[in-house]
């Protein structure tokens, strides 16, 4: 087909009525779909906001939710860390671990920077 045998079916369709239904479809859809936008940005800060507040309320939550009591302990072992005003008593591994009889304990760690570790989940059941 010849170039002017398509530009002339190309304007006998585009002359008819539905041209210009077309442009007005095709309009009122950009017009749409830029509103659908528009709106989409107006809603993004207020959503970021929302989930901004929500982590900063349960970041609160969890750090004022009290712990379970016994699930860890930090202990000094170090004496020369103990200054004289204070009334904290230095013990021994012996002594710490015989405070908790009956549990599965451990200190982890190197010297002077140990920490007790309860390796069961509340104690003896049943004793």
Do not use: C, W, Y
Not at 54 to 62: A, D, E, K, N, P
Not at 100 to 121: C, E, K, T, V, Y
């Amino acid at each position: 087909m010849k170039r002017s045998d398509q530009d002339r079916l190309l304007r006998e369709i585009l002359e008819d009525g539905e041209a210009a239904d077309f442009r007005a479809a095709s309009l009122a859809r950009g017009v749409e779909v830029l509103r659908r936008r528009k709106g989409r940005a107006r809603i993004a800060p207020v959503g970021a906001a929302v989930v901004l507040a929500g982590l900063l309320i349960f970041g609160l939550v969890l750090h004022l939710v009290p712990r379970p009591a016994g699930t860890r302990l930090a202990v000094v072992t170090d004496p020369a860390a103990q200054t004289d005003t204070s009334k904290v008593k230095i013990i021994n591994d012996e002594e710490l671990f015989a405070l908790f009889p009956n549990r599965a304990m451990a200190l982890i760690g190197s010297p002077g920077h140990q920490q007790l570790i309860f390796l069961d989940h509340g104690g003896a059941q049943g004793k």
